[in-house]
């Protein structure tokens, strides 16, 4: 157990939706990443956040956004849901540059 | 920007037998290196890392990986494969001076089958 929660486990949508996912990072940890996993782009990192504000950007599609909360919860915002959104969405959180933990992830089906 | 290659998107070894999953990098400065494992339908699981120091790390599970500069390379090696080796094996590196923004890039993963 990584100490890195997320939820939910698995969420299954319609084409066109909207979706929240959430990160809850280990205790005392500042910073918290999105990644994406899929077939074929494989692992990607989507955003970082750093006590509340956005640190870094990656491959995120303007129609995703992501915030962090002052309880250092995270939500990952994913809207006009296409097929190839279907994919595993990790969380992962850190205190320094050095290690990052990973939640079970947030397996997402667009049907 | 950073980049990693990983040799193998499929390995076999039998049970008992050396485990060698290789991974090469490109990065401008000496990056942070690891190697994460991810068994069926759960997360990723750190099995070691680099930063600094030793070459030589020694992670989990019996498993070790040297950071060699020359080669651009963080080969990760088991003695001795066992049943419950079997997974996806990630290597990954971030760059310790972009202060601000460690993001992982991974390498397109190894799946590690075990014949028993």
């Known amino acids: 157990d990584s100490g890195v929660t997320q939820t939910p486990k698995h969420l299954i949508t319609a084409t066109g939706q909207r979706v929240t996912l959430r990160c809850s990072p280990r205790?005392?940890?500042?910073?918290v990443y999105w990644y994406q996993q899929s077939l074929d782009q494989g692992l990607q990192f989507l955003i970082q956040?750093?006590?509340?504000?956005?640190?870094a950007k990656g491959n995120i599609l303007e129609r995703f956004s992501a915030q962090q909360f002052p309880d250092l919860h995270s939500e990952l915002n994913l809207s006009s849901l296409e097929l190839g959104d279907s994919a595993l969405y990790f969380c992962a959180s850190s205190e320094g540059p050095d290690t990052q933990y990973f939640g079970p992830g947030t397996r997402l089906t667009v049907l | 920007a950073q980049s990693v290659t990983q040799l193998g998107s499929h390995v076999s070894v039998s049970e008992g037998a050396l485990v060698l999953l290789r991974c090469n990098y490109s990065?401008?400065?000496?990056?942070?290196l690891f190697w994460y494992v991810q068994y069926p339908n759960q997360g990723l699981q750190l099995l070691l890392k680099y930063t600094t120091g030793a070459t030589l790390v020694k992670g989990i599970n019996g498993f070790e990986a040297e950071f060699k500069k020359s080669e651009t390379s963080f080969h990760l090696t088991k003695p001795s494969a066992h049943m419950s080796d079997a997974a996806e094996y990630f290597c990954?590196?971030?760059?310790?001076?972009?202060?601000?923004?460690?993001?992982?890039?991974f390498g397109t993963g190894t799946r590690l089958t075990i014949i028993p």
């Open positions: 956040y750093y006590n509340g504000e956005e640190r």
């Open positions: 990954a590196v971030s760059d310790p001076v972009d202060f601000g923004n460690e993001k992982l890039t």
């Open positions: 990065s401008s400065v000496p990056p942070y």
């Open positions: 205790s005392g940890d500042l910073s």
